[in-house]
């Protein structure tokens, strides 16, 4: 499986950007995907996930009211939608697709992975 992500960039506080991951190969395996984030000096955290098969999501306490994630099926591609933004968001977003995770939110759990996109918030 091979991810790409894009849509990061420079955005004001208070701005919405909308992040994709578009995946490719042998994409049946996948079960799940999701968004991981590195902010400077920081550790990486997750962020958002979804289940391919039917839609299920999970949000990070951090993010929920602000991120929205989706995915189009047909086009094997996931979204994050990020209203909102605060500096705090600043990062590069990483998105990931596991076969069969026990943790969603563990991203030992992954076994692919995206190149990452930056996302600058300035204040």
């Known amino acids: 499986v091979q991810l790409q992500a894009s849509g990061g960039g420079l955005v004001q506080a208070g701005g919405s950007l909308r992040l994709s991951c578009a995946a490719s190969g042998c994409t049946f395996v996948m079960s799940y995907m999701g968004w991981f984030r590195q902010a400077p000096g920081k550790e990486r955290e997750f962020v958002a996930a979804i289940r391919w098969s039917g839609g299920s999501t999970y949000l990070a306490d951090s993010v929920k009211g602000r991120f929205t994630i989706s995915r189009d099926n047909a086009k094997n591609t996931m979204f994050l939608q990020i209203n909102s933004l605060k500096p705090e968001d600043t990062a590069v977003y990483y998105c990931?697709?596991?076969?069969?995770?026990?943790?969603?939110?563990?991203?030992?759990?992954?076994?692919?992975w995206g190149q990452g996109t930056l996302v600058t918030v300035s204040s």
């Open positions: 990931a697709a596991a076969q069969a995770p026990y943790l969603i939110r563990s991203e030992d759990q992954y076994e692919y």
